[in-house]
Every structure is written in structure tokens, then in C-alpha cells.
Nanobody
Framework: VQLVESGGGPVQAGGSLKLSCVDS????????MAWFRQAPGKERERVAT????????YYADSVKGRFTMSRDNAKRVVYLQMNSLEPEDTSMYYC????????????????WGQGTQVTVS
């Protein structure tokens, strides 16, 4: 499995960005996909996770109502639409995948992308 994120960048507070993550290298999309983020000096935290089978998604309280995770199983891409961005959302955003059940703990995830930086000012 190889994960490649894109879509990060600088944005003003209140603005929007859409991140993409391509899941390649395997025969089909991973069972569970997630977006995590990590700011300097802070622990990596879960933003959203999705069971790709039926699209069931979990969101962290801090992003609920502002962020939306979606998928295109045929293209093996997951997205993170981020609206009403706040300076507190500034972070490196990582896409993650695993074959077993979705987990809130970043240490449980098997595959990671290189990350894409989101900076809100």
C-alpha cells in the first residue's frame, strides 16, 4: 500500500481546502482509511476515520461540522473537505490506512503518506 496526499497549502481563516489521498499499491482500497494531523510539539491526533466498505465515518469533536471525509472506491481516493478553517487547524495532515478495524490510536495504523502541510492564518 502506498499513500500519497495532496491539496495542502496556506489559507486564510474561514477559508476552505480539500485534501486528497490516493491509495495505491494493493489490489483494492484498504479496509479503513483515516486522516490524522500533527502540529509541532504535539501528539498526532485523529481527525477522521472511515470504514471504506460502507462509508461509516468518525470525526474528532474539534472538526465535527466543519470537515467532511469522503471516498471514491473506484479511484481509490479519500478526501478531506475542510471548511471554516481556523488557525488551530494548522498542522501537517497525514493519510493512513489499515486492513483491520478502524482505530483512534495512530500507533495502530499500518500505512502512512508523507503528509501535506495546512497553514491557516
Amino acid at each position: 500500500v502506498q499513500l500519497v496526499e495532496s491539496g495542502g497549502g496556506p489559507v486564510q481563516a474561514g477559508g476552505s481546502l480539500k485534501l486528497s489521498c490516493v491509495d495505491s499499491g494493493g489490489t483494492h482500497m484498504s479496509h479503513c482509511m483515516a486522516w490524522f494531523r500533527q502540529a509541532p510539539g504535539k501528539e498526532r491526533e485523529r481527525v477522521a476515520t472511515m470504514f471504506t466498505g460502507d462509508g461509516t465515518t468518525y470525526y474528532a469533536d474539534s472538526v465535527k461540522g466543519r470537515f467532511t471525509m469522503s471516498r471514491d472506491n473506484a479511484k481509490r481516493v479519500v478526501y478531506l473537505q475542510m471548511n471554516s478553517l481556523e488557525p488551530e487547524d494548522t498542522s501537517m495532515y497525514y493519510c493512513a490506512a489499515r486492513w483491520s478495524r478502524c482505530s483512534s490510536d495512530w500507533r495502530d495504523w499500518d500505512y502512512w503518506g508523507q503528509g501535506t502541510q495546512v497553514t491557516v492564518s
